[in-house]
Each structure stands twice: as C-alpha cells, then as structure tokens.
C-alpha cells in the first residue's frame, strides 16, 4: 500500500513537470466526469418525467370515470322520473306502444330543450311484450327481473350510448322498464370545462351493431384496428392522435410531444368487452401547460445539477 501511494505522488510530481500531460489528463478527467454526471442526470430526469406524466396518466382516468358516473347519475335519475308519470304506466299496460312512444317523445324534447346537456333519448320495454323501439333487451329483461337500476355503455343502432335503465313498477309488480340514454361523444363537454382535450375511437369488431348511416357517415378510419367520429371533435388533437402510434401509447399510457400530452382509458361496454379506446389531451403550447412547466423544472434541475458538477471537479483538480 505504501509503494502504490508513493507511486501516486511521483506520478503527480512527474505531471506536474510535464505541464502539458498534467492539462491534457485534467481536461479529459474533466470531460469524463461531466459526460458521466450528465448520463446520470439525464437518466434521473427522465424518470422524474415518466412519473409525472402516468401520475398525470393516473389523474384523467380516474377524473373520466367520475364524470361516467355521474352521467349514468343523470340518466337514472332522469328515467325514474319518467317511470313516476301515470300516463306512460297506463300507456304500458294497455299496450298502446304508441302512445307511450309520444308521451317519451314530448319527453326527451322537452329536457333537450331546457337543457345544454347532449341531447337524450328515451325507450320503453315492456315485462309482458316485446315493443318494437327495443334494442338493449338483454338488459331490459335483467332490470325488470332483478328490479335493480343499470347503467353503462352499449354499441347498438343508434352509435355507441351511455345508457341508464331502471323498472317500472306498478304497485307490486314490474310492467316494463325505461331506458334514457345519450352518445358516448357527450363526455368531450365534461372534459372541455376543464380544458382538455377528448375523443373516443371504436375498434372495428363493432361495426356490426350499427345502423349503416353510422357505419359510412359518422366513423372514420384512424389505422387498421379503429374508427373515430372525428367531426364530433377538436380537429387539432385528432389530427394529433393520427400521427400517433397507439400501440404504443397503450404500452406506455402516454405520450408527450410538441402538441399534446395524450392518455388514454379502455372503453368497457355493459358486456365487459373492450369496444374502443378513450383518450385523454392536453395542450403542450405554451407556458402554462403541465408539459411544458414539467419540462422547465426538469430542465432547471438539470442545469443547476450540472453546475455543481463541473464546480466539484474543478475544485477537486
């Protein structure tokens, strides 16, 4: 050990003789030191920016699924009301399919009308016949059964629904059920309010449960697995979500560019099938944005991080 510490300070005293080898070794153990600091630096950095961003990841799934809950909230409440008016109940009954389609009708026009909510429509089952404006029977038949309230997305004729279906009782027996339900595009309002972006893809595989003015008129391809109604949103952030890659995006849970930060949820329909995706934006431009101040801080941290690097080699040297 003594011999290598002597070898040491000889060696130095030699550098130090020969000028030119002693800046030459201290500019390069310089530079590997601050090459080396910044590899790390970077390293940490970028961890710091993939957290923040699936916290953020985090954050808009579960603010998209409040505001589903409290659509579906909205609906009921809306169809419980509707299976209070005595008139649809006797409407029901006597099987005037009719009549009660005019009563509902007058109904859902009257909300629309009153409301700046998209616009809602409502449908009536009956326990004892099969009516002829029924499309989610299934879940009619399960509702008048179990008399018990459901709510979620379906794919049928009209497009892709949030929809809301609750009995109707009369006295002690259940005669038929209603159902209030309104286009999954009504979700791009509540995001708005809080100024991000919205849009909903379809995956293909559900084409088949759309009338054919949706199939050619309303969804669009976006690449070889889904569609997206991309007149319902803003032009910017759907052209956005074309330059993406979505598989990706789905691996990671996000992606981050010049323009937006991208998020993304699955879209889970009352059967439990994945039937599209939804995703989630936010602007990037400007100094405002979560991106761009995520950035300046990563950027500052980096700056100051290397600063003091540089400062403890050269003072070690």
């Known amino acids: 050990m003594f011999s290598f ?11 130090k003789r020969k000028k030119w080898i002693w800046f030459t070794a201290l500019t390069f153990a310089s530079a ?6 910044m590899l790390f630096i970077n390293s940490m950095t970028k961890d710091v920016a ?5 916290e953020e990841h985090r954050l808009d799934t579960n603010l998209l699924d409040n505001f589903l809950i409290s659509r579906y909230d909205s609906l009921l409440s809306i169809a419980s009301i509707v299976t209070l008016n005595e008139k649809v109940k006797t409407a029901i009954k006597s099987k005037n399919e009719a009549n009660v389609m005019e009563l509902l009708e007058a109904t859902s026009t009257g909300i629309n009308a009153k409301t700046n909510i998209s616009p809602i429509k409502i449908r009536f089952y009956a326990k004892d016949y099969k009516t002829e404006n029924s499309q989610n029977n299934e879940f009619a038949d399960l509702v008048m059964s179990s008399k018990q309230n459901i709510s979620g997305i379906v794919a049928n004729k009209d497009g892709i629904r949030l929809i809301g279906i609750t009995p109707v009782d009369d006295g002690n027996s259940t005669i038929g059920a209603i159902e209030v339900s309104q286009s999954i595009h009504a979700l791009k309002v509540d995001f708005e309010r809080l100024g991000k972006e919205f849009i909903f893809v379809l995956n293909k595989n559900q ?4 009338d054919i003015a949706h199939k050619t008129d309303t969804y669009h391809d976006i690449d070889d697995t889904y569609k997206v109604a991309f007149h319902n949103y803003d032009s910017k952030f759907y052209q956005n979500l074309q330059r993406l890659n979505i598989e990706e995006v789905i691996a990671r849970k996000y992606e981050a560019n010049k323009s937006f930060y991208t ?20 602007s990037s431009v400007g100094g405002s944005s979560f991106v761009q101040i995520t950035k300046n801080m990563i950027n500052s941290i980096t700056t100051v991080a290397l600063g003091l690097v540089i400062s403890l080699i050269l003072f070690i040297f």
């Open 263 to 282: 998020t993304y949820d699955e879209t889970i329909d009352l059967n439990g099938r994945q039937i599209g995706l939804f995703f989630i934006g936010e």
């Open 50 to 54: 993939s957290k923040t961003y699936l």
């Open 5 to 15: 510490v002597k070898f040491l300070q000889s060696l130095k005293e030699f550098l």
């Open 32 to 37: 590997a030191g601050v090459l080396a600091s």
């Open 207 to 210: 084409l088949v449960f759309l």
